[in-house]
């Protein structure tokens, strides 16, 4: 999920993060399209491409296509142009969210009008290498990239068989963004474990009945995923492309359950829609004093809470063990080839430049303010040693640098993402607004999806 902060009217496209796991992927058709036949992705045992092919390719005259949401993306197209004259790439704004993966989808069940070249977002990954639609790229080079970016991001773009089937290109490693005037005011510590922070939310609502520590949005399905990531949750594992396990009611998720679904019923945190009016109203005013968030998140409030200049600071999320800090992830996305391409060589040379060149990706984190997946950009002062004033200088940027190198590489997604948001969003969403039982939700999340994912035709394990 990029930081779009460039002006508040672009709120909508700060959310496209996570627009994938409110309703943008069907997996209605996914397993008769993939026919459960053998899986030709090639993976370790795939042949290299020779470097006299890549040479000879990228000086054969050729055009791509590029599917991408992100804004003025030219001007990083213009770098990859400029070093290969003889490759033209022409981007499309597809859509987001919906109309993105349902406009890709179609083509690719057409056989026709696919990309050459497509942005995807790591949740939805393998919603697309089920159905065998992504090009290893691992053949045309790109394990030589495996060390220019931060471990987990190469792990949500790995297959099981050695595959890449993606570049990581942005993030959204999470944190805590809370008002230090409010802090203080009450006599506040900023909280290192979700039990201070408990604490903190029933001391500060007590102290001002119109003021909540966050708001846990009950719309917000992303915010969710990335606290069991936090967490040390499992609730996604597949194998091969029949088999799954769903694991979303473990003890570790109720445990999330007891202590959000408590805070909820006490009537300490909010749970409003977020990305509203009124949630937008509210962090202006100062009703909330936290916001759980990613690292795409301070430059967002910025242009969206501009009435709160200066009162913000940046910290890690709280931890369950404080001994052992770690983090989840909300957010970024990936440029992947279609299997399908007529180009493949130049496809998967622009995919590894766009986000693995050095000046392409320093340009991403300066034109279109993302958060760096390589190694390089998250310690480069130039960046982490920014100091906004909307922040009282704090450098905001090395809190969220630090905090992308305690995220878990272990994190999992399902092939169908949509229909895990869906039932949340109508379970355990629906449990924290009307301030009932968290944790009975969570088993019924459960049960929803064991039942969907069987009807499409997936081996279902549980625990």
């Known amino acids: 999920m990029p930081r779009y902060f460039a002006a508040p009217s672009s709120a909508a496209l700060s959310r496209r993060g996570f627009l994938a796991a409110t309703g943008a992927l069907t997996l209605a058709t996914t397993l008769s399209a993939c026919g459960g036949g053998d899986d030709k992705s090639g993976g370790t045992s795939a042949k290299r491409v020779s470097q006299a092919d890549i040479d000879k390719a990228m000086k054969t005259p050729t055009e791509l296509t590029f599917w991408s949401w992100v804004p003025n993306i030219d001007k990083e197209i213009a770098l990859f142009e400029a070093k290969y004259p003889a490759i033209k790439v022409k981007p499309v704004n597809a859509g987001q969210g919906v109309a993105h993966y349902t406009k890709l989808r179609t083509a690719l069940k057409a056989g026709s009008g696919a990309p050459d070249a497509v942005q995807i977002e790591y949740q939805a990954i393998p919603t697309f290498t089920i159905t065998d639609s992504l090009l290893d790229l691992g053949p045309y080079g790109a394990t030589a990239l495996k060390n220019t970016f931060v471990d987990w991001t190469w792990a949500q773009v790995s297959g099981s068989n050695g595959e890449i089937w993606a570049i990581p290109q942005d993030t959204g490693p999470m944190g805590m963004l809370y008002r230090k005037d409010i802090f203080d005011k009450h006599g506040i510590k900023v909280p290192e474990t979700w039990d201070e922070f408990a604490a903190a939310a029933r001391k500060l609502h007590k102290a001002d009945p119109d003021v909540y520590l966050t708001n846990?949005?009950?719309?917000?399905?992303?915010?969710?995923?990335?606290?069991?990531?936090?967490?040390?949750?499992?609730?996604?594992?597949?194998?091969?492309?029949?088999?799954?396990?769903?694991?979303?009611?473990?003890?570790?998720?109720?445990?999330?359950?007891?202590?959000?679904?408590?805070?909820?019923?006490e009537g300490v945190i909010g749970t409003e829609p977020d990305f509203a009016d009124s949630w937008y109203a509210a962090l202006n005013k100062g009703k909330y004093a936290t916001w759980i968030t990613a690292a795409w998140g301070p430059a967002f409030l910025s242009g969206s809470a501009k009435a709160t200049a200066g009162k913000w600071r940046a910290a890690p999320l709280p931890q369950w063990d404080a001994a052992k800090p770690t983090s989840g992830n909300w957010g970024g996305s990936t440029t992947a080839v279609i299997k399908n391409t007529k180009n493949p060589i130049a496809a998967a040379m622009f995919a590894q430049f766009l986000n693995g060149d050095p000046a392409s990706a320093k340009m991403f984190a300066t034109e279109q303010f993302f958060f760096p997946a390589t190694k390089a950009l998250l310690s480069d002062p130039a960046f982490v040693d920014d100091a906004p004033s909307f922040y009282g200088g704090q450098k905001v940027n090395q809190v969220f640098a630090d905090i992308s190198s305690t995220v878990n590489s272990r994190f999992q997604w399902p092939p169908f993402l949509d229909q895990a948001a869906t039932d949340w969003t109508e379970t355990v969403g629906k449990s924290l607004a009307d301030k009932t039982d968290t944790v009975r939700a969570l088993g019924t999340w459960q049960s929803r999806l064991t039942t969907y994912a069987k009807k499409q035709g997936f081996t279902v394990t549980t625990s």
């Open 216 to 265: 846990l949005a009950a719309n917000e399905a992303a915010a969710w995923h990335g606290l069991l990531w936090q967490a040390g949750a499992k609730p996604y594992a597949t194998s091969g492309k029949g088999d799954i396990t769903i694991d979303v009611d473990a003890p570790v998720s109720r445990k999330l359950g007891e202590f959000w679904g408590g805070l909820a019923k």
